[in-house]
């Protein structure tokens, strides 16, 4: 990977394709790369929709190598729901082929003259982009179909829907997986809609005549991605719960800590939970779908495989399985305890292309405004279809809970620096509140979710008794996941890597052999917060303030049942996160 | 719904189902909405679970690596005691930072230091308790299928809702039943379910 693409869609004549050598950008990948190419090349008070934004669409420093996990892929830019700096992540198959084909990152610049919608197809020996009028509006699944009749399957698709075209703050950018669905998001942060505001409907890479990346020390790369699988497959949360049941195992954990936020945030506890579980859910697929329906990976190469399909009564195809955010945010989150809605909605989110997280968030908004009635599942799926015609209600929607919140007059609004907060209510464990207030991407659960700062020894260790633990424990986090976002590795290594510190050693050889480098836990911790510390200078320059980390009021005020507490991290402790 | 530790005077009525093998494991959810458990007073955690639940104590050590005690995560069970009407949930270790940082006695447990449970000063108190047990995940997988076979009592309308949830595939792969030890049909235990407050379920596996 020693070349970047970048095809600049304003160029005179028409859109044009560049590639470069990687130049000062060397060594980077994932978040790493796509950061440090905003942060450098960004004018930090553009618009996000301007041409003066650029996405960066860069796979992780493994991808397209044999090492297992390594299939994640990073897509970076002005956010315009944040309005700062974005890193969406997702899996898929196209980091792997884009790995293959030798870039370390896409970068898509500029902005087309009129409102032409592109498609671009990347194989080794060409770079072709077309305009394409019979893609207009169409839902990512007709597009990955179209794209699959014309280039075959073996090829990976990149795309937006209706939402990325309307430029909608929640729209996502979406990838294919092994059965060419579109069903795997970068969703956070309205990444679709930057790739909409530069007038390109999809990507179609293709690797065919491509090998994989070669290690530069091949046996001890060998040797090490044997440790590294053996490792995974024999922890209890990378081996058995989250194969088993996905991530949505965590419906029954979280509910029952009185940490599981319901109906906008009002209670810490769902009645329906148990008909939502991840329990209910591995159940209910295996039981529609047949034995093993639960269980499946989102990329080639993953061993974890904490995805699986989605059955619809009658046994047809509805959707990937839907993960505990996704559950969450339409579930309980709405006062749904349905699960054929819930999959539905998720359904509809990855056709029109959107964020589940920011779109269900937003509908508990709306039915705390009376829009429609916690509960009421017909009323919730209505509501995402309106975003998906883009009516006038739709793009309210559609640009998400602080949006929304703002045109309806609605105060209780779980967002920092305008994006949604995931599943945890930053009541009941106030140690990721501290994260979802300071993390450069609003509020984002995957900022600080890396398990494994005491292994990696950053900041020392933690001492429980005193305050400050938790902004130790939170910068500690963030630190370490930025290095991870970087490695192209999914997040939920982290696990086996806490517990297991041979795990540990066995990612750092793979990091270091396919390299030819020997690589400490030093040299991750030094790569995590060169990153924080392009994505905090960024936001400075974009016109944050310490007074943007933190969470909205209401947190500080409102019990927040069963247990009736509330957010009592002080603001003086929030800003200390940062400093190291 | 939270489940009721009301007792009845009256014995509970019981419903065994034998299931085909791989039908069982359908069963297995109910446990995590919580299943009542009698039981001796004033044990810790760890003891009532070995002496009432039969679960061994090495088994609690390695697999049982989140406890809630009345929805407040608990980090030693060899010192908390449960009293009447508590509610016990047990989990395996769970993803997340979210999972790390209820874990019991982990390096991420300040991040819940509101909602952790505290060490009770005054004695839990002797006699007869119930209690409620909510198995999740891997534990309801592991210890479930024995659960079920001894049987389990639950609410008669949660037992309801929940086959209800199942739809056509709720009595699919069920190959006997038996109402108070004699043998029936699948339509007076439906009905049975619909009409008591209380049940003994026990679920057997085919062979």
Redesign the interface.
Do not use: C, D, H
């Given at each position: 990977m020693d070349k970047i693409l970048r095809i600049n869609m304003g160029a005179d004549g028409g859109p044009k394709a560049e590639a470069e050598p990687v130049g000062s950008y060397a060594g980077m990948g994932g978040r790493a790369l796509t950061s440090a190419i905003v942060s450098k090349e960004v004018p930090p008070t553009c618009h996000p929709l301007s041409e003066d934004n650029k996405l960066v669409i860069a796979p992780g420093l493994l991808s397209g190598s044999a090492a297992a996990m390594s299939g994640r892929i990073s897509v970076g830019c002005k956010s315009p729901l944040t309005g700062g700096i974005k890193e969406a992540n997702s899996g898929g198959q196209p980091s792997q082929m884009i790995g293959r084909l030798g870039y370390a990152a896409i970068v898509l610049e500029g902005k087309p003259k009129d409102d032409t919608l592109y498609r671009i197809y990347i194989n080794k020996d060409k770079v072709e982009i077309k305009a394409d009028k019979s893609l207009k509006m169409l839902g990512n699944y007709a597009v990955a179909e179209k794209m699959k009749a014309e280039y075959g399957d073996k090829v990976g698709c990149i795309s937006i829907g209706p939402a990325g075209e309307m430029k909608m703050a929640a729209a996502s950018v979406a990838f294919t997986d092994m059965e060419f669905r579109p069903t795997r998001h970068a969703g956070r942060g309205g990444v679709g809609a930057v790739m909409g505001s530069k007038g390109v409907k999809v990507i179609v890479v293709d690797d065919a005549g491509c090998s994989v990346r070669s290690p530069k020390d091949a046996d001890r790369f060998k040797e090490a991605n044997k440790a590294f699988v053996a490792g995974l497959r024999k922890h209890a949360v990378t081996g058995q719960g989250l194969p088993t049941y996905g991530t949505n195992v965590l419906t029954n954990v979280i509910n029952e800590a009185g940490a599981y936020p319901t109906k906008n945030f009002m209670w810490g506890r769902f009645d329906g939970c148990s008909k939502i579980s991840g329990e209910t859910q591995a159940e209910t697929e295996n039981t529609r779908g047949g034995e093993g329906s639960a269980t499946h990976g989102c990329h080639r190469g993953c061993v974890i495989r904490c995805s699986g399909t989605y059955y619809d009564k009658d046994g047809h195809y509805l959707t990937k399985q839907p993960e505990y955010e996704t559950v969450w945010a339409h579930g309980g989150n709405c006062g749904i305890d349905d699960l054929d809605t819930i999959a539905m909605l998720d359904r509809l989110d990855d056709d029109y292309g959107l964020d589940t997280i920011e779109m269900g968030a937003t509908i508990g908004v709306a039915m705390e405004a009376g829009i429609a009635k916690f509960g009421d599942a017909q009323a919730a799926i209505s509501l995402v279809k309106e975003v998906g015609k883009g009516s006038p209600l739709g793009r309210i929607l559609g640009n998400g809970a602080a949006v929304t919140g703002r045109v309806f007059g609605v105060e209780r609004v779980p967002v920092v620096k305008g994006q949604s907060m995931p599943a945890y209510d930053p009541r009941g464990v106030q140690g990721i509140g501290v994260t979802y207030a300071t993390t450069t991407q609003g509020a984002d659960h995957t900022a600080g979710y890396a398990v494994t700062a005491n292994i990696l020894g950053v900041g020392g260790s933690v001492n429980p008794l005193k305050p400050e633990g938790q902004i130790e424990l939170s910068r500690n986090l963030q630190i370490a996941t930025a290095a991870i976002d970087s490695t192209g590795m999914c997040l939920f290594i982290a696990f086996a890597i806490l517990d297991q510190p041979d795990t540990f050693q066995a990612l750092l050889d793979l990091l270091g052999s396919f390299n030819g480098q020997k690589l400490t836990g030093d040299d991750v911790v030094g790569l995590g917060k060169s990153i924080l510390t392009m994505e905090r200078d960024f936001n400075r320059r974009a016109g944050f303030t310490k007074e943007m980390d933190r969470l909205p009021d209401y947190f500080k005020k409102e019990k927040l049942p069963p247990h009736d507490v509330t957010f009592m991290v002080k603001d003086s402790d929030l800003d200390q996160v940062f400093n190291w | 719904?939270?489940p009721s530790t009301q007792r009845t005077t009256t014995a509970p009525r019981e419903i065994a189902l034998t299931m085909s093998r791989?039908a069982v494991?359908?069963f297995?959810?109910l446990l995590?909405?919580g299943i009542l458990l009698k039981g001796p007073g004033g044990e810790t955690v760890e003891a009532f679970l070995v002496k009432t639940a039969g679960v061994s104590p090495a088994y609690l050590k390695e697999?049982v690596?989140?406890v809630?005690l009345n929805?407040?995560?608990l980090d030693d069970f060899s010192t908390a005691r449960v009293a009447d009407e508590a509610t016990l949930?047990l989990?395996?270790?769970?993803?997340?930072?979210?999972?790390?940082?209820?874990r019991r006695g982990g390096?991420?447990?300040?991040?819940?230091?509101?909602?952790s449970h505290e060490a009770q000063s005054q004695n839990a108190g002797g006699g007869e308790i119930y209690i409620t047990l909510?198995l999740?995940?891997?534990v309801?997988?592991e210890l479930g299928p024995e659960f079920l076979k001894r049987g389990v009592l639950v609410p008669g309308v949660r037992l309801k809702d929940f086959m209800e949830?199942q739809?056509r595939?709720a009595w699919e792969g069920c190959l006997s039943v038996k109402i108070d030890g004699r043998p029936a049909e699948v339509g007076p235990a439906a009905e049975l379910i619909a009409n008591s407050h209380w049940i003994r379920l026990s679920v057997h596996a085919s062979g």
């Open positions: - | 719904m939270k791989n494991s359908r297995l959810p995590g909405e697999r690596q989140t809630f929805g407040k995560a949930a989990s395996a270790a769970m993803p997340g930072l979210a999972g790390a940082v209820l390096i991420y447990a300040p991040m819940r230091r509101q909602i909510k999740f995940n891997m309801a997988r949830r739809g595939w």
